[in-house]
T-cell receptor, first 112, second 113 residues
Framework: EAQVTQNPRYLITVTGKKLTVTCSQN?????MSWYRQDPGLGLRQIYY???????DKGDVPEGYKVSRKEKRNFPLILESPSPNQTSLYFC???????????FGQGTRLTVV | DQQVKQNSPSLSVQEGRISILNCDYT??????FLWYKKYPAEGPTFLIS?????DKNEDGRFTVFLNKSAKHLSLHIVPSQPGDSAVYFC????????????FGQGTTLQVKP
């Protein structure tokens, strides 16, 4: 089954404690991205990757890092989480930039 | 600067009637538009799309209309069913801008039995 898998689904952490949200896709897609969803703001892109070892900032990259060492994996790293990063996060993959994106089930992160 | 706007946060319709969800955009470089549907505790799922070279695309009960001069698109669901109750996001992309999808704020549709 074609899917995007992200873990964990739920996470509560404390300010400053580094965390990683994993994302993996099994569709051999080149384009992957991370979004955050906040009330009244829709989904905003954090980072994207057009291929292995190629990543770039989206609209709200501050406080986040990503890496793309393999085609299937695109982890999101919060080096020092802060309460304003409390949000619902989605990983997505697509065959190419701007085409239909497939989303993971989401990770609800709370930073206290 | 919200380039894609869904001005109606919510919409309620009766089962069997038409649901019309609206979306406006400001960037004339957008050339591909998509609608996503999202249930609680799930990720958005792709519903239907339209290229800027068309003004209508239909898939079963779902039809998307694009009015480029007005920078407006709409999603029609006919007939509406209770299972259509969800949050609907419109999104736009430009082939010349890294292909990033720009999303609207979402509209919550409730279809009453």
């Amino acid at each position: 089954e074609a899917q995007v898998t992200q873990n964990p689904r739920y996470l509560i952490t404390v300010t400053g404690k580094k965390l990683t949200v994993t994302c993996s896709q099994n569709m051999n897609h080149e384009y992957m991205s991370w979004y955050r969803q906040d009330p009244g703001l829709g989904l905003r892109q954090i980072y994207y990757s057009m291929n292995v070892e190629v990543t770039d900032k989206g609209d709200v990259p501050e406080g986040y890092k990503v890496s793309r060492k393999e085609k299937r994996n695109f982890p999101l790293i919060l080096e020092s989480p802060s309460p304003n990063q409390t949000s619902l996060y989605f990983c997505a993959s697509s065959p190419g930039a701007g085409t239909e994106a497939f989303f993971g089930q989401g990770t609800r992160l709370t930073v206290v | 600067d919200q380039q894609v706007k869904q001005n109606s946060p919510s919409l309620s319709v009766q089962e069997g009637r038409i649901s019309i969800l609206n979306c406006d955009y400001t960037n004339s470089m957008f050339d591909y538009f998509l609608w996503y549907k999202k249930y609680p505790a799930e990720g958005p799922t792709f519903l239907i799309s339209i290229s800027s070279i068309k003004d209508k695309n239909e898939d079963g009960r779902f039809t998307v209309f694009l009015n480029k001069s007005a920078k407006h698109l709409s999603l029609h669901i006919v007939p509406s069913q209770p299972g259509d109750s969800a949050v609907y996001f419109c999104a736009a992309s430009s082939s010349g801008n890294t292909g990033k999808l720009i999303f609207g704020q979402g509209t919550t549709l409730q279809v009453k039995p």
